[in-house]
């Protein structure tokens, strides 16, 4: 283990600090595009302005001939718009740490566009070690690139051995941004039988014991829980964010939703969307309803040093749900600093 003086420390020689707290952004979705895929890369100077993260995947889903297409196309995706200008982040998924082109997806992205990358984000991460790589290689390279501000790492926990190490992973680096949960190679990584891209299955369930011939009841139960749990607890125990990733049935909207809004309420701080039609779903999802924010407002302001204890509509409140309405409250100030339609609902001064 690193000293704790030695944690914030560069290192490399000529990169930039790491921050000591991570910048405050809105990041309810991380919208995934193809870069390789031309007609998508033109969407992406409009699509900019409508979603809070752009990230170029050059992962799972870009076939094994098109990995250096995918790569080119991220750096003209990259210096063609102005992401910060819009407020919009800009990520890249690279390849895995084992594959053959990892080196060059970092040393090209870097060089090219080191400035105006925010995130990269990690796949299949088994333990801290491979943090500790990503995290030595992205100094050596800012240094080398004069790179001005550091470039964040957020870690897919998509392996069963990176489940059984999350709370190392997430306490990792300070470089750390955050976590999203990856169903689909989860499932596999745990030898789970099913075949669909997060969302719930029809046959994970629990029934009532038998009362005579009557129907047991029966409901079907989150797989996901379990694992959303963990992340949420070591990233929000590392003060980094957490994410559901992808939901693949584009076709159910409603399961997605679902999905999505079981992780909101959670605790997570947004999902991937993989088609445009779930970036309005993650927009609904990941921002606090206007009834919940109206009286949180109200428990903020009946608290004003945020002790003591008050009754509200029949409700007791005291120093604790006075945190739980923080927590509404400054997500609802950030979203009504990008979205004016609900800054007016929000309506919060
Ligand atoms: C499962 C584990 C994981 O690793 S998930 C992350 C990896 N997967 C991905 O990144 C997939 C990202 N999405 C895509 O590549 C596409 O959505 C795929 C799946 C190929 C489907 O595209 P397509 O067949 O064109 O769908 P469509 O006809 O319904 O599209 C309608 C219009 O929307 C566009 N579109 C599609 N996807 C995106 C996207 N991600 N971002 C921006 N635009 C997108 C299409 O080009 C199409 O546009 P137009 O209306 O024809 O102009
Ligand atoms: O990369 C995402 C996943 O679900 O696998
Ligand atoms: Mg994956």
Redesign the pocket.
């Known amino acids: 283990m690193k000293l704790p003086r030695r944690f914030f420390q560069p290192l490399a020689t000529g990169a930039p600090a790491p921050f000591r707290d991570l910048p405050v952004k809105l990041e309810r979705m991380i919208?995934?595009?193809?870069p390789h895929?031309e007609?998508?890369r033109a969407?992406?100077p409009d699509?900019a302005g409508t979603v809070d993260v752009v990230l170029g995947?050059l992962?799972?889903?870009v076939p094994a001939d098109q990995k250096e297409a995918a790569r080119a196309g991220f750096v003209t995706m990259a210096k063609a718009t102005d992401f910060a200008a819009t407020g919009t982040g800009l990520w890249t998924?690279i390849n895995a740490l084992n594959s053959p082109w990892i080196l060059d997806d970092l040393f090209t992205l870097v060089a090219e566009c080191g400035d105006k990358l925010d995130v990269v984000m990690v796949?299949k991460v088994e333990g801290p070690w491979d943090i500790h790589y990503i995290d030595q290689l992205l100094a050596q390279l800012e240094a080398r690139h004069g790179v001005k501000k550091p470039i964040l790492v957020h870690a897919i926990l998509e392996t069963a051995e990176g489940v059984a190490n999350v709370d190392s992973i997430a306490s990792a680096s300070p470089r750390m941004h955050g976590m999203s949960l990856?169903?689909?190679?989860l499932a596999a990584s745990r030898g789970m039988k099913t075949t669909r891209?997060g969302g719930g299955h029809p046959d994970y369930r629990v029934i009532a014991d038998p009362a005579g011939d009557a129907a047991r009841a029966s409901a079907q139960q989150d797989l996901w829980h379990y694992t959303i749990a963990r992340m949420v607890d070591a990233c929000m125990a590392n003060g980094i964010k957490a994410f559901y990733?992808?939901f693949?049935d584009?076709s159910d909207s409603e399961a997605c939703e679902v999905q999505f809004r079981n992780a909101f309420l959670m605790g997570c701080a947004g999902a991937?969307?993989?088609?445009?039609?779930q970036v309005a779903i993650a927009k609904r999802v990941f921002a606090p309803d206007p009834a919940e924010v109206a009286f949180a407002a109200r428990i903020v302001a009946a608290m004003p040093d945020g002790t003591g204890a008050v009754m509200l509509d029949g409700k007791m409140q005291d120093d604790a749900t006075w945190k739980q309405a923080k927590v509404i409250v400054d997500l609802a100030k950030l979203v009504a600093a990008k979205d004016p339609d609900l800054a007016k609902v929000y309506d919060l001064g």
Do not use: Q
């Open positions: 919208h995934f595009v193809p895929n007609k998508v969407r992406v699509l995947n992962e799972d889903a998924r796949p990856g169903p689909a190679d891209v990733g992808p693949g584009f991937w969307t993989l088609h445009p039609s």
